[in-house]
């Protein structure tokens, strides 16, 4: 199926560049902005700067419009690579996510797709992983590429690094684009990205929902780049849940408040638990404690997602898992509906088709 002629009829967010709107009483009639823009939904956020003028005896109004590029088909992707949470907005994220689902239909399709054909991708991981980098290779497969090594030549780069900000150094070197797959403790961009899209697939919404962030929040990259999302939306509250020597860090506090979002810091997992949409459970990751293994043995084991928990969690709410998992959620809650962290992966797959069809091609 052709992604071009299934986004032409997508609604739209954002608005069309127009530098100046000339609107002049008598000059212009009433359906003057009629046309294409009938059947397509615009989201407009416009900066205007109004001076008035008497051109031959008729008042008109001079707009300086200053706006966002549509993102429509064939435009090019506002972004050069994807490094940190921070560089989206809603707008953007409505529209990637709009994109990921038509990845979701071209995934279930039988046919073979060739949006990516001829390009080639490298995957740099300095650090281990199975499921985030099996993603990347299954997403650009499934879009009709193959895998290049960092050796030979390749249109993008996908790279895990144990370093903070090590994303960010590669993408001001290298001349195509980087995605960031987690960079030490600090971000892991593409996942929340996939967070919030299950959220939305899952809740039906993103404004006014409560999640619940437990587990190791000092050192997990994915609960701090889905914080940074979840602060584009309105009206939604944060619950930090977590032992005392990997509680979540003064830097994303300050960035939530600052961005006027109600956070709250608690113990009792089961009393959060039960007045949250999400809650989103991670592990405690042993290699961040380096040779301090009585911090890690304290800090293991204190939180546990387990069936006492799923009877105390509203109707629609669900658990969330960035994976892999230790004993932080029990194997009987794998079965239960409200258990999404195998969706959630799946939608993984879904998200950086996207990415990398964005990348490359452009809307």
């Known amino acids: 199926m052709s992604i071009t002629s299934s986004l032409t009829s997508a609604t739209l967010c954002g ?5 100046k709107a000339l609107a002049c009483s008598n000059a212009f009639p009433s359906n003057h902005l009629s046309g294409p823009l009938e059947s397509s939904k615009i989201c407009v956020t416009p900066y205007l700067k109004k001076s008035i003028a008497q051109v031959q005896g008729i008042r008109c109004h001079a707009m300086q419009v200053e706006t966002r590029e549509a993102f429509t088909a064939g435009k090019k992707f506002q972004l050069s690579d994807v490094i940190e949470g921070q560089e989206f907005d809603r707008e953007m994220l409505s529209a990637i996510f709009d994109v990921a689902r038509e990845m979701e239909k071209i995934e279930k399709s039988s046919s073979q797709s060739e949006i990516l054909k001829g390009y080639l991708m490298a995957t740099l991981f300095y650090e281990p992983s199975t499921r985030t980098r099996l993603s990347f290779e299954f997403a650009m497969k499934r879009l009709g590429d193959t895998i290049g ?10 790279m895990r690094h144990f370093e903070s900000d090590a994303a960010k150094k590669a993408a001001a070197t290298a001349n195509i684009p980087v995605i960031n797959a987690g960079d030490g403790p600090e971000e892991h961009s593409t996942q929340a990205l996939l967070d919030v899209y299950t959220i939305q697939s899952e809740i039906g919404k993103l404004d006014g929902i409560s999640v ?8 997990g990259r994915t609960v701090r780049s889905l914080a940074y999302l979840l602060a584009k939306f309105k009206d939604v509250k944060i619950y930090f849940v977590s032992p005392e020597i990997v509680k979540m860090k003064d830097d994303i506090k300050d960035y939530l408040t600052s961005n006027g979002v109600e956070w709250e810091e608690s113990s009792d997992l089961m009393e959060v638990a039960s007045k949250c949409d999400v809650v989103y459970q991670t592990r405690i990751q042993r ?18 997602v387990d069936e006492a928990l799923l009877g105390v969690m509203q109707k629609n709410a669900v658990i969330m898992h960035p994976l892999p998992r230790l004993n932080e959620i029990t194997a009987d809650v794998d079965a239960d509906p409200i258990a999404a962290f195998f969706r959630q992966a799946k939608n993984g797959l879904f998200i950086r088709m996207a990415l990398l069809k964005l990348l490359l091609v452009g809307w």
């Open 15 to 19: 608005s069309l560049v127009s530098p």
């Open 149 to 158: 090594t960092v050796e030979g030549y390749s249109d993008i780069i996908v």
């Open 212 to 219: 619940d962030l437990v587990g190791d929040l000092a050192n």
């Open 287 to 304: 290699e961040r404690f380096g040779d301090r293994l009585d911090l890690y043995k304290a800090a293991c084991g204190k939180y546990i």
